[in-house]
């Protein structure tokens, strides 16, 4: 057994690597990873304010479909699944 401090990634001895739901993933790379999303979500909520002000109310609800879906997404990959816990992976 080697020892490793508490911020180490990849053990030198056997070469696994330390992560979330894979190897390699750790919190930091899952929270870089939901900019685009919030990007993605931020444009889709925009469509829906405009063509709400164009008057379809069905047009802004269908489109709200898929923005509460990626918000929902990115809210998860941001604040959840970081808090998982952190395990070794070969």
Not at 56 to 66: D, F, K, Q, R, T
């Amino acid at each position: 057994m080697t020892d490793l401090h508490a911020e180490a990634t990849t053990c030198a001895a056997c070469g696994a690597q330390k992560g979330i739901l894979a190897p390699g993933w750790t919190a930091d790379r899952y929270a870089l990873r939901t900019w685009p999303l919030l990007v993605v979500a931020g444009m889709l909520g925009f469509g829906v304010f405009i063509v709400a002000a164009m008057g379809s109310g069905v047009g802004a609800l269908l489109l709200s479909i898929p923005t509460v879906f990626v918000a929902g997404l990115a809210w998860v990959t941001r604040y959840l699944i970081p808090k998982l816990p952190e395990k070794w992976y070969r």
